[in-house]
């Protein structure tokens, strides 16, 4: 993406920069390119999805910017430095797609988890206190409740909230809403954007539907498969806070169109 | 932001319901009419059949022995209690830290898994002489068969709950910048405790058949010695008396094991 100079113009703003990078996988079939020269910017407090067709990299990608994942060539930075050093730095927040609650721990504990490890880390960063996100999440009054006593949509509540605790900069997640019915996922949708509103950290959502998609970001990424690699990005210039009702309107419909076309033609 | 509040208030209850007290009941009631048919068909048998008594006594015999030889029952299981009692303790406590070992270090599991794996196959009842043989027939060889035979099932079933995370869950921790005594106490023992537990309930009983079985072979006393007296003695009544005390003692264990699941394991795993 852009020259060098624009780069570097607007280096202090950019929270995420993944350049031409690729990642492969040995199998026992041979080696699978998960993802190839894929290059992708993000900027600070920037709301990003992601939607492309099922294996074509979008958790690869999202794992590579967590430092679960390590590219062959190319290069992946967080506020500049290496992702090691951002995860190490407790600067990502990261949201399951089956939401990864540890089914012996209440809710509350769920949250609490990410202040008792990371050993020395941890300490002496600015946290969240569980109970609040909890609250903030639409989930008072439900703080003992173990995950097995929960709902789809509840559990993902939790584990939004468990990633926000140690109020990282930037959160990915992975399709955090895909098991959930339409409804629920348009309400948590909704609750999702006041989050953001509220505490302003740059969000990689990953998503297989156009219009979560849509109504989420700023801009959407369209990736393609075989190899996975970025088809388009779309900018959704449309104001926040964005209200259900948006999806009917004709500048949603035309953008979401626009998505559409990029997905059959990737 | 408005929490959903709505949302809140469904969803299942905090604890499934207590089950009523006449379901209980009901169950209390199948378990006893089992029991009552087996001996029933067990009195049937052997009055059909003519059994002789010092083959197969009947029910009523038995019970007298249960009564009349209560002394010499008790005074018997005590030995036998401790042997098992402690040879679990010590098999399954050793298994539980050779599992530890095991999982944080791939090279030793690689040596000496295979080894254990030969050990285990080798039946208790073969191992059992030689070891009198070297401990004499003291409490010693008594303690290493029981705990010989809860060893293997416990460090099995511990191993395989240890390394029972899913990628996702390591994942977790790895982005949470977790180090692998956090992964390990926060995560490892808590996978591994349902399969601890279903472990636990087979050595516990199994160490009451490793006592016994070391009785056979070099005590005089405990209820394996008592066994041996009574057949010998032709004294069958005395010979289920003692069968009995010896499944209640395994019984005691098994449900000592389980209640202490009950207190430890409060999740549901997945
Ligand atoms: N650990 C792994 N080992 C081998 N191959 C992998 C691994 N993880 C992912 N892949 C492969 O990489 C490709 C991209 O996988 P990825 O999970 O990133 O896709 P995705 O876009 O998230 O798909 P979905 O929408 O179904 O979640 C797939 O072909 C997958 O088989
Ligand atoms: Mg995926």
Redo the contacts between chains.
């Keep these: 993406m852009g020259s060098g100079e624009l780069r570097d113009n607007q280096d202090t703003d950019t929270a995420i920069e993944v350049a031409h990078a690729t990642v492969r996988f040995a199998t026992d079939q041979g080696d699978i390119t998960a993802l190839k020269d894929v290059s992708v910017e993000i900027g600070v407090g920037q709301f990003v999805t992601i939607i492309g067709p099922s294996g074509c990299g979008k958790s690869t990608l999202l794992r590579l910017i967590a430092d679960l994942l390590e590219p062959v060539s190319g290069s992946v930075s967080v506020f500049g430095a290496p992702p090691s050093q951002a995860r190490r730095a407790r600067q990502l927040g990261f949201v399951f797609q089956d939401a990864a609650l540890l089914p012996w721990r209440t809710a509350i504990k769920n949250v609490e988890l990410p202040l008792e490890v990371g050993g020395r880390t941890s300490r002496d960063r600015p946290t969240r206190d569980p109970a609040e996100l909890l609250d903030l999440v639409g989930l008072a009054g439900r703080h003992q409740a173990y995950p097995q006593e929960l709902s789809g949509g509840m559990r993902q509540r939790v584990s939004i909230a468990r990633a926000l605790v140690t109020q990282p900069q930037v959160l990915l997640m992975d399709e955090p809403f895909g098991a959930l019915d339409a409804i629920t996922r348009n309400r948590l949708n909704v609750e999702l954007l006041n989050i953001w509103a509220e505490i302003g950290t740059t969000i990689v959502f990953v998503t297989h539907s156009i219009d979560e998609a849509v109504f989420l970001g700023q801009r959407v990424i369209v990736m393609s498969t075989n190899p996975g690699s970025v088809h388009t990005e779309i900018d959704v210039p449309i104001e926040y806070p964005r209200a259900p009702d948006l999806r009917e309107e004709p500048g949603f419909v035309a953008i979401a169109a626009q998505v559409r076309k990029g997905l059959e033609t990737a | 932001?408005k929490?959903?509040?709505t949302?809140?208030?469904?969803?299942?209850?905090?604890r499934p319901p207590r089950k009523p007290w006449h379901n209980y009941l009901r169950t209390a009631f199948w378990v006893i009419l089992g029991f009552v048919i087996t001996i029933a068909a067990w009195q049937a048998i052997i009055t059909i059949r003519d059994v002789p008594n010092y083959v197969v006594p009947p029910p009523g015999d038995v019970w007298e022995s249960l009564n009349n030889d209560f002394d010499t029952l008790w005074r018997n299981t005590k030995p036998t209690a401790i042997e098992s009692i402690g040879g679990f303790l010590i098999g399954s406590g050793g298994a539980i830290v050779l599992a530890i070992v095991f999982v944080h270090s791939r090279i030793l599991r690689r040596m000496f898994l295979p080894v254990v794996i030969v050990i285990r196959t080798i039946p208790v009842v073969a191992i059992a002489p030689v070891l009198v043989l070297m401990l004499g027939n003291g409490l010693a060889p008594k303690l290493v068969i029981a705990a010989l035979i809860s060893f293997f099932p416990t460090l099995v079933n511990m191993v395989e709950g240890l390394e029972s995370v899913n990628s996702?869950?390591l994942?977790?921790?790895?982005?949470?910048?977790?180090?692998r005594w956090?992964v390990f106490w926060?995560?490892r023992i808590?996978k591994s405790l349902p399969f601890l537990f279903a472990s636990l309930k087979i050595a516990s009983t199994a160490s009451v058949i490793g006592a016994v079985v070391a009785e056979w072979i070099g005590s005089d006393k405990g209820l394996g010695a008592l066994i041996i007296l009574s057949t010998f003695n032709f004294r069958t009544s005395l010979l289920y008396a003692t069968m009995v005390f010896a499944s209640i003692l395994a019984l005691v264990l098994f449900a000592s094991v389980a209640l202490l699941e009950r207190l430890v394991?409060?999740?549901?795993?997945?």
Excluded at chain 2, 7 to 14: A, Q
Excluded at chain 2, 265 to 270: A, I, L, Y
């Design positions: 932001m929490p959903v509040t949302l809140s208030e469904t969803g299942p209850p905090r996702q869950s994942e977790l921790f790895r982005v949470l910048s977790a180090n956090e926060k995560l808590y394991v409060r999740w549901q795993p997945e």
